[in-house]
C-alpha cells in the first residue's frame, strides 16, 4: 500500500508591513503573518522598510511565526528593516535568531 504524497509546501510568501507594529497592532499583523505561515512556505519574508517601529509586543509576535515555520522546514527572514528597526533588534538580542537582510 503506497501513502499519498505529501501536498508540496509553498515556495515563498512575502508580506510587506507599512505600519507599526507594536501592541495595538500584533492581533491584526500576527492573524496575517499565521495564516500565511498555516500554507507551510519554504521561505515567509516580511518586507519591514516601511515599518516605522517595533516593540516587544511585535517582537515576540515575529519570533513566534519564525517558530511556526522552522518547525516545518521553513525560513522565515525579515527583509529591510531601517536603522531604528534594525537597533532595536540588537538591543532586544534577536538580530540572531531571526534572520535579517
Known amino acids: 500500500m503506497q501513502s499519498a504524497p505529501a501536498d508540496p509546501a509553498t515556495p515563498a510568501i512575502e508580506v510587506v508591513i507599512t505600519e507599526e507594529l507594536d501592541a495595538t497592532s500584533v492581533a491584526h499583523f500576527g492573524a496575517i503573518l499565521h495564516e500565511a505561515a498555516d500554507l507551510q512556505p519554504t521561505h515567509l519574508v516580511i518586507d519591514l ?19 511556526r515555520i522552522w518547525s516545518t522546514g521553513g525560513r522565515l527572514t525579515l527583509r529591510s528593516p531601517g536603522p531604528r528597526i534594525t537597533r532595536t533588534l540588537q538591543l532586544a538580542r534577536v538580530d540572531h535568531v531571526l534572520h535579517v537582510s
Do not use: E, K, N
Not at 54 to 64: E, R
Open 49 to 67: 522598510a516601511g515599518c516605522p517601529f517595533i516593540d516587544a509586543a511585535g517582537i515576540g509576535m515575529l519570533l513566534d511565526v519564525h517558530r
